[in-house]
């Protein structure tokens, strides 16, 4: 585990919260898509221990409320829809705004910083606010973090303790589908975008093979997603037969946030699920070709990185390899992924999932 400062960001707009005593209500806004919106959830986690007696509330889109509303953290989680499309999300957003009104907000955390977030935030007309810092090449959560403290709201320890209303929907779900309930459970995520943010199948493969020799328990492993990761499921599952666990399209957001959860390893392209592993305080190891791992990368002391991106960079936002020969992650070798993530698990043995804490941030290096 690496423990380092991260670099300063630009000063965060905000109306901090002045008074002496701590507010009563707060209203954090994220609209964003999944993995962006689970990111936030351990640090809203550290806000409601920092002001144990206010309320907290959740704004975000329909699409990705499952999972907030999954989690004992929020008083009320509030959606609106309009999809991606921001006109009509807007007009979705204008009809919510009494209902956030009558609540009477303290403080607002503007963790989108969007025109519908800001028009909602003055028109609900908080006494104190705070907006996110989308620009600023530091990771998601740490702008997130600050974005909570320039409200005045801090400072914040962060660990990913997050706690699901139904706690036994994990196991419940895993056993409908054939977990045997004694198992290691290794949770493979084949799901990047573009082929340059993709594993190649064979070392899948090859890494469940050498992880099967190397513990003492069995293992069983399971894939998760939308459907369109059917077919290199399918590759997957043809291989490693009744060692694989084809939950594909079967389960829902919650259902695969308590999975996860209750995983021994996660093991993942850049995609939603890396970060609803990372949020959940999985073993996370991240696999990374074709991303900005500076910005998406898990951190904590639960997560660890591969970034085989030769840029030094690694912004290869567009999914493709810019550097010259095959792509970065198909030079990534099983047996190196094994070793490191023997290596995390070892070093999660029994240790708090700390993310932030004492003015320090809990992140694998960069390479490059």
Do not use: K
Not at 69 to 80: K, Y
Not at 142 to 151: F, M, P
Not at 206 to 219: D, K, N, Q
């Amino acid at each position: 585990m690496s423990v380092h400062r991260l670099p300063s960001a630009d000063p965060i707009a905000a109306e901090p919260w002045r008074e002496a005593t701590p507010p009563e209500r707060i209203l954090a806004v994220r609209l964003h898509a999944l993995g962006d919106t689970v990111i936030t959830l351990p640090y809203l986690s550290a806000l409601r221990r920092a002001c144990p007696g206010a309320e907290l509330d959740f704004l975000t889109r329909d699409e990705v409320a499952e999972i907030p509303r999954s989690l004992a953290l929020f008083d009320h989680v509030l959606a609106f829809g309009g999809g991606r499309d921001p006109r009509r999300q807007l007009l979705h957003a204008l009809a919510l705004v009494p209902r956030l009104r009558a609540r009477r907000y303290d403080v607002v955390l503007d963790l989108q910083r969007s025109r519908v977030s800001r028009l909602v935030r003055r028109l609900i007309r908080p006494r104190a606010w705070s907006e996110f810092d989308r620009f600023s090449p530091q990771l998601a959560g740490e702008r997130t973090r600050l974005t909570i403290e320039a409200a005045g709201l801090g400072p914040l320890e962060v660990e990913a303790d997050l706690m699901l209303r139904d706690a036994g929907a994990g196991e419940r779900t895993l056993r409908a589908h054939g977990w045997d309930g004694t198992a290691e459970l290794v949770v493979l995520n084949p799901a990047g975008t573009f082929p340059g943010r993709q594993w190649p199948s064979a070392a899948y493969t090859r890494f469940a093979e050498l992880w099967t020799e190397s513990r003492a328990r069995p293992t069983q492993f399971a894939v998760l997603g939308l459907p369109p990761l059917a077919g290199r499921t399918r590759e997957l599952s043809s291989r490693l037969g009744p060692q694989l666990l084809d939950l594909v399209g079967r389960t829902t957001a919650a259902e695969a946030f308590a999975i996860v959860q209750r995983a021994t390893l996660v093991l993942s392209e850049d995609s939603g699920l890396l970060h609803m592993a990372w949020a959940a305080g999985a073993p996370t190891l991240a696999l990374f070709g074709a991303s900005r791992a500076a910005w998406a990368r898990p951190h904590g002391a639960h997560a660890d990185l591969v970034q085989a991106c030769r840029m030094s960079d690694g912004a290869c936002l567009d999914g493709a390899c810019l550097g010259e020969g095959p792509p970065c992650l198909s030079r990534v070798s099983p047996e190196d992924v094994v070793a490191r993530a023997h290596a995390l698990l070892e070093r999660t043995r029994a240790a708090p999932r700390t993310i932030y804490a004492d003015g320090v941030a809990y992140a694998p290096p960069l390479a490059g």
